[in-house]
């Protein structure tokens, strides 16, 4: 038999689904699964999304531009400018979601064993992009105490060599919540400029900042203009994950050019996802409000109520819909499956993402996992509930 190859062995296996078979064979089992896991919301996707949709007139579903239709391009730049990030359509590439434009900023930026500086706990995903492009994740590690806030510069000073080519941020986080203050980002870029560095941001989740506190782009930095990559997605903007529309932002002409022809090797992005995510601009400001306040107050019950938990500790987000907590159990890769395979509580149980996966450092997380408060808070309370009387039976309680 032909052996595959080395890229395909080193590939990393997603930390988020690889326990879907351990929960597959408990649904068969009749068991009850509340899915914190997964980035999924269960949020209503706009009905300006769905009805354009719904009303595409065309005869033939054609092939769109490589760099996605111009009329959505157009209209992505006067929602940009919404945030005063001040581009045009030509500084606007669409993709096949986020993913792909992380992707191909990476293969735009860096040569194979070029340098990638990452703070870490990060995407799980970027692990993934990275392998793809035979680049080197570079990690510099954010701490829970802290509640994830960047880690002081000289700690990326520590890892600049002659092979780093850029820095990934995600801000709002994945996994973490953490938003990056204006400080902070000011720091990434004296250092970006320091040692002639791209910054590449991922800001997938600017809709969901919480307490008052400010989003700042990559965009918005003074000077940076051939440095900085934004990248984005409609995914969790609209709670439209499966129309696989993202977008790749540069005012550097180059990378631009550059991430053209990626695209038209690819030939070109969902056409319905861009019909789509075109009308989904027009989605009022009232449906952005109520998801919000409907964030906020999955964020505050599930943060207070693991808090209470004995031996557990959780940061409060400002951002996204993602947590990071420390749990009592010696491993929490050997925990998650554990609850889908040997625990249940009134024939419930609950999924989390081991937060191993979402470091590079080797040991790091071994007792995180990640939630996702995407459910109702009815089932968050449900949920809460299963993780508490779980701990208390866990065979590898630490505490």
């Known amino acids: 038999m032909p052996k595959i190859s080395n890229k395909a062995l080193h590939m990393p296996a997603s930390p988020i689904r690889k326990l879907v078979p351990f929960a597959e064979a408990a649904k068969k089992r009749g068991v009850k699964i509340y899915h914190l896991n997964i980035g999924q919301p269960d949020i209503e996707t706009p009905q300006t999304m769905m009805q354009a949709i719904r009303n595409f007139s065309p005869k033939v579903v054609e092939y769109s531009h490589s760099a996605g239709i111009e009329s959505y391009r157009r209209k992505l730049a006067e929602y940009y400018h919404r945030y005063k990030i001040e581009v ?5 590439m669409i993709t096949t979601g986020g993913s792909e434009a992380i992707a191909i900023a990476i293969m735009c930026c860096m040569n194979p064993g070029d340098e990638i500086i990452v703070t ?3 995407y799980a995903n970027y692990n993934g992009f990275t392998c793809m492009a035979d680049v080197v994740v570079k990690p510099v590690k954010s701490t829970i105490e802290s509640g994830f806030a960047l880690p002081p510069i000289s700690e990326f000073e520590k890892v ?12 709002p986080g994945n996994p973490t919540g953490y938003l990056y203050t204006r400080q902070e980002l000011e720091l990434l870029k004296e250092l970006a400029l320091k040692h ?10 600017r809709e969901f900042c ?10 918005h930095l003074d000077g940076l203009e051939n440095h900085a990559i934004l990248l984005d997605s409609i995914s969790k903007r609209y709670s439209a994950c499966g129309a696989r529309i993202g977008a790749l932002i540069s005012k550097n002409p180059a990378i631009m050019s550059a991430a053209l022809k990626f695209g038209q090797a690819r030939l070109s992005p969902p056409t319905f996802g861009q019909v789509g995510a075109e009308a989904a601009i027009d989605t009022p400001e009232s449906y952005f409000v109520e998801v919000k306040k409907e964030y906020v107050e999955r964020r505050d019950f599930l943060i207070d109520a693991l808090n209470k938990i004995d031996g557990v500790f959780c940061p409060k987000p400002s951002g996204a819909f993602y947590a990071i907590a420390s749990l009592p159990i010696d491993n929490a890769d050997t925990f998650c499956q554990w609850l889908l395979e040997g625990f249940q509580f009134e024939n419930q149980t609950v999924m989390l993402a081991p937060a191993s996966g979402f470091y590079s450092t080797p040991g790091e997380g071994q007792k995180q996992v990640r939630l996702a408060y995407v459910l109702k808070k009815e089932d968050l309370k449900n949920a809460v509930k299963c993780l508490e009387e779980a701990l208390r039976v866990y065979p590898g309680r630490t505490l």
């Open 210 to 219: 919480y307490d008052g506190k400010e989003y700042v782009s990559v965009m």
């Open 88 to 92: 045009d359509h030509n500084q606007i």
């Open 160 to 171: 600049i060599g002659h092979k780093t080519k850029a820095i990934l941020i995600c801000n």
């Open 120 to 122: 870490e706990p990060f």
């Open 196 to 205: 002639d560095l791209f910054l590449l941001s991922d800001e997938v989740y």
